[in-house]
């Protein structure tokens, strides 16, 4: 039978593992914008904000399993405190900025003959271009990657931080409590920061643009994550039948005042 100690590691290492495949594939999907009204059979919301500029719910892919991404942060906090989430989220960050650079780099190798010519049309008959097409889907501007990245570390640590001052409220109690209003404060800054650096600092869009569009951002992050909260207890439900319920609520007790190794 495994110790405790190596439940300990390997649920770490399971969770950290979850994390850090959602967070490094939603940045990785988020090129694609897609519209929510659309998918759910609705008209255009046309919402007027700031003057002229008309809003609809159009959202980036990596947007939708951004929520787990910060469920599993909260998880990880409840079990191995803020430096357990510090540790993976650096790690997270040095991962996604590694996957940038070598997708950079393999855009910039030339095409096979053959695969150009296999790929020459799509199936409508159409000519495509499938080198660029590639190059244009995986290759993400500097602006965005500098905002993802900061948006990215920036709401991690926000949000392990509140998370751990709400516990020593709440102690064990209320886990909803701590999640949603971590969450209420971190997908906030998340939404925000990402989008002000990658497209007005670094792009063209005026700010009222870039502040409607992280509205509708923030909206959808934060109301998925209420959704996702009975996650939470299923995951504790889960943690406390693996670890056993005792070794379950000392670990998470030592959470609040240690640091995990």
Known sequence: MPSFTNKRTNLYIFL???????????????????????????????????????LDFNLTAGAVIWPFVFITSDIINEYFGVQGVKRISYMTAGFIAYSFLIIYAVTLLPPAQFWLEVNAKDAA???????????????????????????FLVSQLLDATVFQSLKRITGSRKIWLRATGST????????????TIAFYVFGNWSFAQVTAVAIVNYIYKFSVAILLTPVLYLAHYLIDGYLGKEHAKELANESSMSTFM
């Open 16 to 54: 950290s593992a979850i994390f850090l495949t959602n967070a490094i594939v939603a940045e990785i999907i988020g090129v694609k914008i897609f519209s929510g009204e659309t998918l759910l059979g609705v008209p255009p919301a046309r919402i007027h904000l700031f003057g002229d500029f008309v």
């Open 125 to 151: 008959g159409n000519p495509v271009n499938i080198d660029n097409a590639f190059a244009m889907i995986f290759r993400q501007g500097l602006g965005i990657i500098i905002g993802s990245i900061t948006a």
């Open 184 to 195: 209420l404060v971190s997908q906030l800054i998340d939404s925000f920061v990402v989008l």
